[in-house]
């Protein structure tokens, strides 16, 4: 039973940081939390899917198919909605959980509420540990890694990532600086829908597509940045492992009581900020200057 926590532990913590990374970013940089961020991903699992198996195009052309056109849409709306209220957080909340709901009821009008399957990449399983694993699994958690990755090196080697990074510390600092704010964060939130689309690529093979799927995503990212702590990279990675952890014990310890994952995973975010209010790795973000 441990190995099975481990492995399947992994993945889903994996999906979690992916999610909770690019949440993180856009609301570090830009202040703006994101409640269509698992609409996007959710988005993307239905652009494959409408791409591979109602077009009939190759499935790896229709994963970088739906990335782009979900991004598009991403930075679409931030241009035309989120930018526009994102001084006002209250009403970007609501903006943002319309959106979640619209892009929800577009895909229910479009395929009505049965669920859909998108093939798999690679068929077969590999055992690690004694246990039999998926190799569309493995190849989610090798995707995952790489792209937590390519992220890391992106915000800490590039000048562009210095641009963001400087943004998120201090906006009014970065424009004196002569780095363009504005650009930055519609870059970011590019990243940000991007990584969310890219998760929904990883899901979509594994899991049945419902026009709900977006809404339990959801919760646990909200749960995994404010245990981690709001705008904190590496405290999005902490709380992803924890919480994807807490659900995997739940369902292979007991398994009649699966449905309490969730519950189980929340309730261990609620003892951390009990204890630690801001989070494990909370950041206090400066106040504008006025």
């Known amino acids: 039973m441990a190995e099975n926590i481990i492995i399947y532990g992994l993945l889903s913590s994996g999906v979690y940081a992916l999610?909770?990374?690019?949440?993180?970013?856009?609301?570090?940089?830009?202040?703006?939390?994101?409640?269509?961020?698992?609409?996007?991903?959710?988005?993307?699992?239905?652009?494959?899917?409408?791409?591979?198996?109602?077009?009939?195009?190759?499935?790896?052309?229709?994963?970088?198919?739906?990335i782009i056109t979900v991004t598009a849409v991403g930075i679409i709306?931030?241009?035309?909605?989120?930018?526009?209220?994102?001084?006002?957080?209250?009403?970007?909340?609501?903006?943002?959980?319309?959106?979640?709901?619209?892009?929800?009821?577009?895909?229910?009008?479009?395929?009505?509420?049965?669920?859909?399957?998108?093939?798999?990449?690679?068929?077969?399983?590999?055992?690690?540990l004694g246990v039999s694993v998926l190799n569309q699994q493995l190849l989610t958690l090798g995707v995952v890694i790489l792209m937590l990755l390519v992220t890391w090196i992106f915000l800490m080697k590039t000048k562009t990532g210095v641009a963001i990074r400087s943004t998120a510390q201090d906006r009014e600092v970065a424009n004196l600086m002569g780095i363009n704010v504005s650009r930055m964060e519609m870059l970011t939130m590019a990243i940000s829908v991007g990584l969310a689309a890219i998760a929904g690529a990883l899901v979509a093979p594994l899991f049945v597509l419902t026009p709900g799927m977006w809404a339990h995503p959801l919760v646990m990212i909200l749960a995994v940045v404010v245990l981690g702590g709001l705008g904190s990279?590496?405290?999005?990675?902490?709380?992803?492992?924890?919480?994807g952890f807490a659900e995997n014990l739940v369902v292979f310890s007991r398994p009649e009581g699966a449905y309490l994952k969730t519950s189980?995973?929340?309730?261990?975010?609620?003892?951390v900020i009990l204890i630690k209010p801001e989070g494990l790795f909370g950041i206090v973000f400066e106040e504008e200057r006025g």
């Open 264 to 271: 189980v995973a929340l309730t261990v975010m609620l003892i």
């Open 19 to 66: 999610l909770a990374v690019g949440f993180s970013l856009i609301f570090g940089v830009a202040r703006i939390a994101n409640l269509s961020h698992t609409a996007f991903y959710m988005l993307a699992a239905y652009l494959i899917y409408t791409f591979a198996s109602a077009l009939g195009l190759n499935l790896y052309l229709s994963i970088i198919l739906a």
């Open 77 to 128: 709306s931030y241009r035309l909605l989120i930018a526009r209220v994102r001084q006002h957080e209250a009403t970007t909340l609501i903006v943002t959980i319309a959106m979640a709901v619209i892009i929800q009821e577009a895909i229910l009008k479009a395929f009505g509420g049965q669920p859909r399957g998108v093939p798999k990449l690679l068929s077969g399983s590999t055992e690690i």
């Open 233 to 243: 990279l590496k405290g999005s990675l902490i709380g992803a492992l924890v919480l």
